[in-house]
């Protein structure tokens, strides 16, 4: 446990940092932002706009909190850490307290952002929670409007408090779909759980009254037209290493629909038209 300043003689805070400058919590106005970013450290990196728009949103929402990382003025009064969240509060027009380190030394840049960031899953205590959170980022990319195509992407970025939010509300549903998906997964060869799990939720979501679960049923049947995404999907792995999230998703929507509407289909279309249908058909179905 460490000890409170106390235990070093009384000491203040400016006289244990010494030339290290002083940390405090500040009020910051969208003016006071400003100022700041216009004395930006030579070295500072370029603006990441998707950066501020997590930061923004988090502001926006009521999701901003204080925490311990500071932004960082340097001995001459240059911005070393911190742009991103003072473009939002510029955006946003609205004040935040945050943590500001006043005569940072210019030589703390090189190893600042060098932690390992918490991804959402690693906040939560929950079973397979890396898998509930990253359908849960889909699930929600979708519902804002975006295509399947997209929604699986890793690039697909978004805060973490909406992920957790979405998950720790929608614990059941989720659970349930990772848990048909593994089984899925466990029935074929390769392809993403994530990308099943989409799969069943958009399929769920078009199709009224359709379990995900008879999904599993059909694949345990051992007829040569159930086990056509399993033969499909091996040869995709074989030719290519591995199966692409889109194709996976892809194919186990037409399985989908082919065995709902009591076909046999095995040939699959082309995966770019197969999850922009589908993306239309939702957006039918449950969008106004």
């Not at 906040?123 to 519902?143: F, G, H, M």
């Not at 008879?214 to 995404?229: I, K, N, P, Y």
Request: glycine share 8%.
């Amino acid at each position: 446990m460490s000890a409170p300043l106390q235990a070093m003689g009384g000491l203040t805070t400016e006289q244990v940092m010494g030339d290290a400058g002083r940390m405090q919590l500040e009020v910051i106005t969208p003016e006071d932002a400003s100022d700041m970013l216009g004395a930006l450290y030579a070295r500072q990196r370029s603006r990441n706009n998707t950066a501020k728009s997590v930061y923004l949103q988090s502001m926006r929402e009521g999701h901003w909190r204080v925490s311990n990382d500071a932004i960082c003025i340097s001995r001459d009064g240059e911005l070393l850490n911190g742009q991103h969240r003072l473009m939002a509060v510029v955006e946003n027009g609205e004040p935040i307290v945050a943590w500001v380190w006043h005569g940072a030394s210019p030589d703390i840049y090189d190893i600042l952002d060098n932690s390992y960031a918490r991804s959402a899953y690693q906040v939560l205590d929950c079973p397979n929670r890396r898998d509930v959170c990253a359908l849960a980022k889909a699930i929600i990319s979708i519902e804002d409007g975006c295509p399947l195509a997209a929604a699986l992407a890793s690039t697909n970025t978004m805060p973490r408090w909406q992920i957790t939010e979405r998950v720790e509300s929608d614990m059941d549903n989720l659970q349930m779909l990772v848990r048909t998906s593994i089984n899925i997964k466990s029935r074929t060869v390769g392809g993403p759980r994530t990308a099943f799990g989409v799969a069943l939720y958009t399929f769920g979501a078009v199709v009224g009254g359709f379990n995900p679960e008879q999904a599993v049923a059909w694949l345990e049947e051992a007829d040569v037209t159930t086990l056509s995404l399993t033969r499909t999907i091996q040869k995709k792995t074989a030719t290519e290493g591995k199966v692409p999230p889109g194709w996976a998703c892809a194919a186990l929507l037409l399985f989908l629909e082919a065995k709902m509407q009591g076909k046999e289909r095995r040939q699959y279309g082309r995966v770019d038209e197969t999850l922009e249908r589908f993306t239309r058909a939702y957006r039918e179905a449950v969008m106004p």
